[in-house]
């Protein structure tokens, strides 16, 4: 079946510093999620990207889709307290509507 | 986007009760998803709850653990039955909003003792 195959499993980085983790697959995904989730709380949904190549914005995140739809990054500028988390990429199965799970990226900031 | 509540947040409970969450959402949506999260993993689909018609489960999941009711359009049950330490996880429910992908609820943190 479609896998999502998540890179780095965990970054300690300072703050200040930029960001950067991405997904690929095996096979071709029509739409890439990024989420984050902050301890106790469900996933959010940061960016969705639907078109190859699309690179796709939100204040300090930056998410593209790859051009083959096999892959995509996620970057974070300039990195803050708050932006400690996991950080999980999703995409929906051809076949239906369930979503494939990255395994997550957790995010750990340097006091 | 969906706005989902989701109750209790958080329990401790003796092994061999059960618990039932639940999850309201502020919309009505066709399909509303049950997830299941271990300490430091990534998330597991438990079920897939249809109004109307009884739940779909996934591979290692079965409905006498894990029986579902979904009354209504904007309402669902998740039970964890005859509770082991091995479910102590956080469980999360999901709905889809057209384009915009999922949205869950705050998660449950089940722990049993």
């Known amino acids: 079946g479609q896998q999502l195959n998540q890179s780095p499993q965990s970054m300690f980085i300072q703050e200040g510093e930029d960001v950067s983790m991405n997904c690929t697959s095996s096979?071709?995904?029509?739409?890439w999620l990024w989420y984050k989730q902050d301890p106790g709380e469900g996933p959010v949904l940061l960016i969705a990207?639907?078109?190859a190549g699309e690179l796709t914005s939100n204040g300090r995140l930056t998410a593209q889709f790859g051009i083959t739809r096999k892959d995509s990054f996620l970057n974070i500028s300039a990195s803050i307290p708050s932006d400690v988390g996991i950080y999980f990429c999703?995409?929906?199965?051809?076949?239906?509507?369930?979503?494939?799970w990255g395994a997550g990226t957790k995010l750990i900031i340097k006091p | 986007s969906a706005v989902i509540s989701q109750k209790p947040s958080r329990d401790i409970c003796q092994r061999g009760t059960s618990l039932t969450i639940q999850c309201q959402v502020d919309s009505q949506v066709t399909m509303m998803f049950w997830y299941r999260q271990q300490p430091g993993q990534s998330l597991t689909l438990i079920a897939t709850a249809n109004q109307g018609s009884e739940a779909t489960y996934e591979s290692g999941f079965v409905i006498d653990k894990f029986p579902i009711s979904r009354p209504n359009l904007t309402f669902s049950t998740l039970t964890v039955s005859n509770m082991s330490p091995e479910d102590s996880s956080i469980y999360l429910c999901s709905v889809l909003s057209g384009d915009e992908g999922a949205f869950f609820g705050q998660g449950t943190r089940l722990t049993v003792v």
């Open positions: 096979s071709i995904f029509n739409t």
């Open positions: 999703a995409g929906p199965q051809d076949s239906n509507y369930q979503l494939i």
């Open positions: 990207l639907y078109k």
